[in-house]
Nanobody, 121 residues
Framework: QVQLVESGGGLVQAGGSLRLSCAAS????????MGWYRQAPGKQRELVAA???????SYTDSVKGRFTISRDIAKNTVYLQMNSLKPEDTAIYYC???????????????WGQGTQVTVSS
């Protein structure tokens, strides 16, 4: 019913920047919140940043001051601007959306396909 398509990953040197995009497509749904998770080799998946329908944003401590999450409501798209990247930011980044279908009224979590971010020292 809903598909999330990610883009924007790549290879960048330490101190550089990347901007990730995630667009949700489908019908008969509304988005409650969108966020970005990441998973590095040997580590658990962690929530990086989230944005609720009310406009509240949150970040994990390790990216505060460097990453910014934003949403384009009209385009059903969420972005993650990543500045001052560090090698420890290297991971696969996954977009997540919590949505509510119109009928029946149910909540679901959807995931993007993942995009690789590699930061070289």
């Amino acid at each position: 019913q809903v598909q999330l398509v990610e883009s924007g990953g790549g290879l960048v040197q330490a101190g550089g920047s990347l901007r990730l995009s995630c667009a949700a497509s489908g019908s008969a749904f509304s988005i409650n919140s969108m966020g970005w998770y990441r998973q590095a080799p040997g580590k658990q998946r962690e929530l990086v940043a989230a944005s609720t329908s009310g406009g509240t944003t949150s970040y994990t401590d390790s990216v505060k001051g460097r990453f910014t999450i934003s949403r384009d409501i009209a385009k059903n798209t969420v972005y993650l601007q990543m500045n001052s990247l560090k090698p420890e930011d290297t991971a696969i980044y996954y977009c997540n959306a919590n949505i509510t279908t119109t009928w029946p009224r149910r909540k679901y979590d959807y995931w993007g396909q993942g995009t690789q971010v590699t930061v070289s020292s």
